[in-house]
């Protein structure tokens, strides 16, 4: 069977998570399918102008849907990094010092790099920094990067842009220089320097938190597709997941919000505000009456209050990346209390089932969810 379809969906970052698990297990148990791969991978490079390597070809995919699962990995091999995203680049470690350098990176590029299945922070000189923590921890500085605890010199401008994946069931906080604190949510993704210069810049996608420090002179600015967001310094979400309507919330302080180019027609949210941009291109404003479930992801919590356990399954559903189905008796189960969010929709489903009279089992992929006996 030809599968050269789905070896290219993957490289140029189209392919669904269904998808990412089938390249796997084709790569894992076939010699032959591996080789076609690498042929396709090749001449998918060759047609972009990109350097080719047979072996962090294979890595492309095995080391970053979720083959291997390390914490903190280093490659040698330089993992695509050196040739489908950040060209010209040589892989450093973080204790061989070089001469700081200018690099030019393509922001597109970054955001078109494989999801991995663990928090990934792949900086502008090619190390590419894996985390096994539910919620990773990361501080900026002109000088490098703090990721749980671990500091990675940087050999490169500290303008240069750098990418942060956060995966299903997984969350991010950041911490630049400046103060600034972001708070990623699960299946997000932000490119952003390890510095600021003359603008404080960061394109995102998925869901975020931000707390910005303020700075009368320098304006905080977030761009999501064509969605563009400019702050002094306040506290706001924004959320831009692919199948949702994008949207920005205000908490307090005041953002400015514009669409496209057209900077002229922006609109200007006061707090409890929150600017939604539907798939027709509408642009709505309402009021933001109850933000509990809206910044509890944040606190790694859900918190229920007579939510029926449908509304509950279809939240872990998105959180996790999985798919959940119910059955009528089960849909209508009302939940009240908080629920930690677990590293893994399995264990989450383990304690509900603790709690509600329910069961789950796994069956193809999908998780099916009844009522118990019990």
């Not at 030809?2 to 998808?19: C, R, T, V």
């Not at 390249?23 to 591996?34: F, G, M, N, W």
């Not at 690099?103 to 955001?111: D, N």
């Not at 918190?303 to 959180?319: F, V």
Request: hydrophobic residues 40%; contains cysteine; aromatic residues 8%.
């Amino acid at each position: 069977m030809n599968h050269e379809s789905l070896f290219l969906n993957y490289l140029d970052g189209k392919a669904g998570l269904n998808e990412k698990r089938q390249l796997l297990r084709l790569l894992k148990d076939s010699p032959q399918e591996r080789e076609a791969f690498q042929l396709t991978y090749k001449k998918w490079a060759e047609q972009r102008g990109r350097i080719f390597d047979p072996y962090p070809s294979l890595d492309l995919v095995m080391g970053k849907v979720g083959y291997r699962r390390r914490s903190f990995v280093l490659p040698l091999a330089a993992v695509f990094a050196a040739a489908a995203v950040i060209a010209a680049i040589l892989i450093l470690t973080p204790f061989h010092k070089r001469p700081v350098k200018d690099v030019s990176v393509a922001k597109a590029e970054l955001y078109t790099y494989p999801e991995s299945d663990t928090p990934l922070a792949l900086l502008s000189d090619g190390q590419v920094l894996h985390s096994d923590a539910v919620e990773m921890q990361v501080s900026c500085t002109g000088g490098g990067i703090r990721i749980d605890g671990h500091d990675y010199a940087m050999a490169v401008s500290a303008q240069a842009s750098c990418m942060l994946d956060v995966p299903y069931g997984h969350r991010a906080r950041v911490q630049f220089a400046d103060g600034t604190v972001i708070r990623m949510n699960a299946h997000s993704r932000m490119v952003f320097p390890l510095s600021f210069g003359k603008e404080r810049c960061v394109q995102m996608t998925g869901e975020a938190l931000f707390d910005v420090s303020r700075d009368e002179g320098c304006p905080f600015i977030v761009e999501f597709d064509d969605v563009r967001v400019q702050v002094l310094g306040t506290r706001f979400l924004i959320s831009g997941y692919e199948t949702d309507a994008h949207r920005v919330a205000l908490v307090s302080g005041s953002v400015n919000v514009s669409l496209g180019d057209n900077r002229n027609q922006s609109v200007t949210l006061s707090p409890n505000q929150m600017y939604t941009l539907d798939d027709n291109g509408k642009v709505n404003v309402e009021d933001v009456t109850d933000w509990r479930g809206m910044l509890d992801w944040a606190d790694g919590v859900y918190r229920a209050d007579g939510t029926s356990m449908q509304a509950l399954l279809s939240y872990l559903s998105r959180y996790y990346g999985e798919t959940v189905e119910c059955d009528a008796p089960v849909a209508g189960i009302s939940c009240t209390g908080t629920l930690h969010l677990r590293p893994t929709l399995s264990e989450m489903l383990s304690e509900l089932s603790g709690i509600f009279p329910i069961k789950s089992r796994n069956q193809d992929g999908v998780w099916l969810v009844s009522r118990s006996s019990n």
